[in-house]
């Protein structure tokens, strides 16, 4: 026979959340998505003005300019099994 004890770290469902507190979760979540979005807005609307330096220059690879694209029946018709 199995003797089942609960270790002494254990805590009961009930003693986690307190219960007004579940029963208003709703509104806890409303105010954790306005504290998010709030926090995040005043940074996002100046990034674009506030930052220092000037833009990135790309210049496009010489060996990729050579290439040229895939037959469109070559890319149609292939199917790997192992994919699936």
């Known amino acids: 026979m199995k ?3 609960k270790e002494s ?4 469902e009930n003693e ?3 219960e007004k507190i579940y029963d208003d979760r709703r509104r806890l ?3 954790a998505a ?3 979005a709030g926090s995040i807005f005043p940074l996002s609307s100046s990034a674009s003005t506030d930052l220092p330096g000037k833009a ?3 210049e496009q ?4 300019q050579k290439l ?8 149609t018709s292939y199917n790997n099994f192992y994919e699936f």
């Open 29 to 31: 979540m409303k105010i």
């Open 61 to 64: 690879n010489a060996h990729y």
């Open 16 to 18: 986690v959340t307190d």
């Open 68 to 75: 040229t694209a895939t037959a469109y029946e070559k890319i």
């Open 9 to 12: 770290w254990y805590i009961n």
């Open 56 to 58: 990135l220059a790309f």
């Open 3 to 5: 003797i089942l004890s």
């Open 34 to 36: 306005l504290t998010g």
